[in-house]
């Protein structure tokens, strides 16, 4: 069981908009910032967003982030069937002292 | 461009105790600006992170698995290490060490290893 709460599965068309959710606490994503982590099949994460909202250089403008409150969302605009990958969310727990993950949300792209 | 590679056994006994490298190039363990984290994932699954060594100070564990694991640093190698003691099947998993920046409410992976496959057998 995942300290943080990802949906399992989501699905949209080529060009379409996907939103990915991520619920947690107080303790972890209502006072730390969240990171996403883009994992295509047989490979390593890969980081794709942190700070909520910031990009790291050469991911395109196509993923955004955003957090509010104890949750955050990870969108992705004009998808791409090369997106079809595992996204993770990611953030500090105060009160564990530890990192800690949801568990994955599996992207298809139709 | 910094890059981090897992090696070790991809095979371990039940009750026995894994031990994994991370070999880094390209900077240092010794900076100050980062952490160097084990992360681990069984497959099909989602991701766990184990812990992390910091060169300038002590370990983080993740609570669960405290008792068990052990994270240090050779920096005349400028590698960190992963013994994780009394192993089962549950440990099965694809091992990552990973680049971990942390400061202030800011902490985040961004450079991750290839990851090493550890099977526990009985």
């Known amino acids: 069981q995942s300290v943080l709460t990802q949906p399992p599965s989501v699905s949209a068309a080529p060009g379409q908009k996907v939103t990915i959710s991520c619920s947690g606490s107080s303790s972890n994503i209502g006072n730390n910032h969240v990171s996403w982590y883009q994992q295509l099949p047989g490979t390593a994460p890969k980081l794709l967003i942190y700070?909520?909202?910031k990009r790291p250089s050469g991911i395109p403008d196509r993923f955004s982030g955003s957090k509010s409150g104890t949750a955050a969302t990870l969108a992705i605009t004009g998808l791409q069937t090369g997106d079809e990958a595992d996204y993770h969310c990611?953030?500090?727990?105060?009160?564990?002292?530890?990192?800690?993950f949801g568990g994955g949300t599996k992207l298809t792209v139709l | 461009q910094v890059q981090l590679q897992e090696s070790g056994p991809g095979l371990v006994t039940s009750s026995q105790t894994l031990s994994l490298t991370c070999a880094v190039s390209g900077g240092s363990i010794s900076s100050g600006s980062y952490y160097w984290s084990w992360i681990r994932q069984p497959a099909g699954k989602g991701l766990e992170w184990i812990g992390r060594?910091?060169?300038?100070?002590?370990?983080n564990l993740t609570p669960s698995l405290k008792s068990r694991v052990t994270i240090s640093g050779d920096t005349s190698k400028n590698q960190f290490s992963l013994k994780l003691s009394s192993v089962t099947a549950a440990d099965t998993a694809v091992y990552y060490c990973?680049?971990?920046?942390?400061?202030?409410?800011?902490?985040?992976?961004?450079?991750w290893g290839k990851g090493t496959t550890v099977t526990v057998s009985s």
């Open positions: 700070d909520n909202d």
């Open positions: 990973a680049r971990m920046r942390d400061y202030s409410t800011s902490r985040y992976m961004d450079v």
């Open positions: 990611g953030t500090w727990d105060s009160s564990l002292g530890a990192e800690v």
């Open positions: 060594f910091y060169s300038r100070g002590s370990a």
